[in-house]
């Protein structure tokens, strides 16, 4: 008991001296802010003085005070002649920035002064472009870009006959189904060169008594193929050399073969990655003199005229149970609409997200349940009854990169007319098919295969706007390490080096086969030891040899 007490006696000390220490902290931190305040407060009278006492002396006697911004080791003329340098670029780069502006006026002007109107006009600040239909023949087009038309056929043509619109992709991604894939051919992959891994595919061709080398060189920027004479040549270039064509500023490049059965069904998935057969595309209706998106998504009717347009675009179809793609629209619980607009066009599924036929929600200004589709759109279609101007911007979004504006004139008539302009961020490349001179399209399927042919091109020229293309990217450098590892890996387990399951190291400090070789002379020997007399001191010292050996390798 006593000892008992002795420590509570201890700890009751203990809180004591905890407290008088805290007590005498706190009185000194008072003591120093009253301090403070003291020396403020002295601070402040004397300059008040010395403002009375500068009052009364001439002004011609009396020097400028700078600031109390300025340095206090700094003098008012040099400070005032600083800031006076300071100022003076700032000025001339305001100049410079208002003569080079281009004053767009705002949609509520455009409005004020009356019609004609245009269809469609830039943002304020910029930041678009609007197709113009004076261009050259061919312009806007993507034979510069790294789109191209398809190949297989005349598939990217249109199946009309009177006129050819021309669905742009990348053909790239197709090339090694079309010219690799079931044919005789060699594949290789490289272990960090300067520029990463890398995949090669080759395949030996003759055309009209000519020899040709067709070649595929994967990188984690891009993709090349082509294909090359073998004319004058005796020898075949090495795989390195042929690498080093293609990529001059590619280095330290060792190539091995891929011995993967299925390596071929691995690179196709690869190269297709970015193979696109299914497109949603936002389709909004804009009323005469609406300038917000508030306004745009809060329209619920359907009018006649509306509603022969978007029979001309697709099916009216059911959303409960529909089994084509969707786009993201609830096919089972109704919660974005009993109904929305769906077609396929030269093999691809195309949904619409029809404005009018999104949920609408009493008492939410902005319409989240339309926007929230819309607005995750890449490409949009704005379907204008009468003549009214619209802004690319109107509609606030990070994802919707490109508009076609569709105008009717004289609807639901057998003189029906769609007026059409394109618009688009200035970081999209310019697509085709061009707009003709006048854009206006009489009602028929010529229309509709230019305007579809025009929806789906916009969206593949998005991908190569920054911000798209810096997420492709990503991801095509990852998706190249992963195949080029699982060929790797795939390739090693054909040569019995390791176990396909098994995560195993590369060149660079792998062991591979090696150890799972040592693993099995290993479990042999100990079978051997243990039927021996003193195989188990023998056991122990070989344990200890294994385990030096395996930190090592």
């Known amino acids: 008991m006593s000892q008992t007490g002795g420590r509570f006696h201890n700890k009751k000390a203990g809180i004591r001296a905890a407290v008088i220490l805290i007590g005498l902290l706190h009185k000194s931190r008072k003591a120093k802010e009253k301090e403070r305040e003291k020396e403020r407060e002295k601070e402040e009278s004397e300059g008040k003085q010395e403002l009375l006492n500068i009052s009364t002396v001439p002004l011609g006697e009396c020097p400028p005070s700078p600031p109390r911004t ?15 340098r300071m100022q003076v670029p700032k ?15 705002r949609i509520e002007d455009v409005l004020e002064k009356g019609g004609p109107y245009p269809q469609v006009i830039l943002p304020q600040f910029g930041g678009y472009w609007i197709e113009d239909v004076e261009a050259p023949a061919g312009t806007p087009s993507s034979s510069e870009s ?36 079931g044919k005789e051919h060699m594949n290789y992959y490289c272990t960090g060169s300067s520029i990463g891994n890398l995949i090669m595919s080759l395949k030996h061709e003759e055309a ?105 675009l697709g099916d009216n179809i059911e959303l409960q149970d529909f089994k084509g793609f969707r786009g993201g629209l609830d096919v089972s619980h109704g919660q974005t609409g009993s109904e929305s607009v769906y077609t396929v066009f030269r093999q691809r599924e195309i949904m619409f997200h029809v404005s009018t036929k999104l949920p609408f929600t009493e008492g939410d200004v ?4 339309r926007k929230r589709h819309i607005g995750n759109d890449i490409v949009a279609a704005v379907f204008q009854e009468e003549a009214t101007p619209f802004v690319p911007d109107m509609i606030a979004s990070n994802f919707l990169h490109a508009y076609v504006l569709v105008q009717v004139e004289n609807p639901c008539t057998e003189n029906t007319t769609y007026k059409v302009s394109v618009a688009a961020r200035e970081d999209v490349p310019p697509f085709g098919p ?31 706007s920054d911000k798209f293309a810096k997420l492709e990217g990503r991801t095509r450098a990852a998706l190249l390490d992963n195949l080029h590892d699982e060929l790797h890996r795939q390739s090693q387990a054909a040569l019995g080096l390791g176990q396909a399951g098994e995560e ?19 479990t042999a020997t100990l079978h051997f030891l243990h039927s021996v007399p003193g195989g188990a001191v023998l056991v122990a010292v070989l344990a200890v040899t294994v385990y030096f050996l395996s930190a090592l390798l």
């Not at 000025?91 to 006026?105: N, V």
């Not at 902005?366 to 349940?369: F, G, I, K, S």
């Not at 001179?437 to 916009?458: H, M, Q, S, Y």
Request: glycine residues 8%; aromatic residues 12%; hydrophobic residues 35%.
């Open 434 to 464: 061009p707009l003709p001179n006048p854009a206006v399209f009489r009602k028929g399927p010529e229309f509709r295969d230019f305007l579809l042919t025009k929806l789906i091109n916009a969206e593949n020229a998005c991908y190569k």
């Open 208 to 312: 009209e008594g000519q020899e040709y080398l067709r070649i595929m060189l994967r990188s984690r920027i891009k993709t090349v193929h082509d294909r090359i004479s073998l004319a004058g040549i005796n020898q075949l270039p090495s795989v390195p050399q042929i690498a080093k064509l293609l990529c001059d500023d590619a280095t330290g490049l060792k190539f091995n073969p891929v011995l993967y059965p299925r390596g071929s069904q691995l690179i196709v998935a690869y190269d297709e990655h970015e193979v696109n057969n299914t497109f949603k595309f936002g389709l909004v209706y804009q009323k005469f003199g609406q300038t917000s998106e508030e306004e745009l998504f809060g329209n619920n009717e359907e009018t006649p005229a509306f509603k022969e347009f978007l029979s001309i």
């Open 70 to 84: 300025a340095p206090p080791s700094m003098k008012s003329a040099e400070f005032f002649d600083m800031l006076e």
């Open 146 to 181: 790294s789109f191209c038309e398809e190949e297989e056929g005349g598939e990217g043509m249109s199946p009309s006959g009177g006129h050819s619109y021309r669905l742009e992709c990348n053909s790239t991604a197709r090339a090694y189904r079309k010219h690799f894939l």
């Open 91 to 105: 000025a001339e780069e305001t100049k410079r920035w208002k003569d080079d502006y281009i004053p767009y006026p």
């Open 504 to 522: 195993d190291k590369l060149e660079n400090g792998g062991h591979g086969g090696l150890l799972e070789s040592f693993k099995a002379l290993w």
């Open 366 to 369: 902005q319409q989240l349940q």
